[in-house]
């Protein structure tokens, strides 16, 4: 069975830096895409960002309202991804998901979540 | 980015009754490999999202046969054939042919 298990959710003050982390099992990370997704309180779902596979050459990309301030990492010696995140904003507090994705065209594997408030 | 607009957002059905999601998006969904990348999920409260559809119509693994999906192009539909108390939650299509990926706003089941 494949998991997810997010880490690293914090309260953080307006302006300051967070690093999530996903560790995976029973998948190895660096062989499929990966992404993270938001949810803020009460909203809907927000892409965030995602990293290919290193078959795939291991390229990120990032939507605008983080480009800039979100960087993804993948440390394949722990089967982990990380999410850097800079430069906090109010808006940025929601609960974040790591996903993967194991069938082509879709992204079937998810974590529980972890959840990240900004506020002063 | 590309668009993706639901409806209904809000879907009372009762028991054992049919349910139809729509999803519109704002440019065509066919990749240039000519795959069409649409995705359905399923929230249900306090749950991470789950994977039920994709590729327009390719049930994900354990999904029951009640759920299909259907569409090209631009225009897709979820639909559920007969609804059960656990279908209970948000359900979104959410395309992955072009980043960055985006999401339809959420169609909320309940029973009535």
């Known amino acids: 069975e494949f998991q997810l298990l997010e880490s690293g959710g914090d309260l953080v003050k307006p302006g300051g830096s967070l690093r999530l982390s996903c560790a995976g099992s029973g998948l190895t990370l660096s062989n499929v895409w990966m992404g993270w997704v938001r949810q803020a309180p009460g909203k809907g779902l927000e892409w965030v960002g995602r990293i290919l596979s290193k078959s795939s050459g291991g390229t990120r990309d990032y939507p605008a309202p983080v480009q800039g301030r979100f960087t993804i990492s993948r440390d394949d010696s722990r089967n982990t991804l990380h999410l850097q995140m800079n430069s906090l904003k109010d808006e940025d507090t929601a609960v974040y998901y790591c996903?993967?994705?194991?069938?082509?065209?879709?992204?079937?594997?998810w974590g529980q979540g972890t959840v990240v408030t900004v506020s002063s | 980015d590309i668009v993706m607009t639901q409806t209904p957002l809000s879907s009372p059905v009762p028991l054992g009754q049919p349910a139809s999601i729509s999803c519109r998006s704002s440019?065509?969904?066919?990749?240039?490999?000519?795959?069409?990348?649409l995705s359905w999920l399923q929230q249900r409260p306090g749950q991470p999202p789950r994977l039920l559809i994709y590729?327009?119509?390719n049930r994900f693994s354990g999904v029951p046969d009640r759920f299909s999906g259907s569409g090209a192009g631009t225009d897709f539909t979820l639909k559920i054939s007969r609804v059960e108390a656990e279908d209970v939650g948000v359900y979104y299509c959410?395309?992955?042919?072009?980043?960055?990926?985006?999401f339809g706003q959420g169609t909320k089941l309940e029973i009535k």
């Open positions: 590729k327009i119509s």
């Open positions: 996903t993967a994705s194991t069938v082509g065209g879709g992204f079937d594997v």
């Open positions: 440019q065509s969904l066919v990749n240039s490999d000519g795959n069409t990348y």
């Open positions: 959410m395309q992955v042919t072009q980043h960055p990926y985006t």
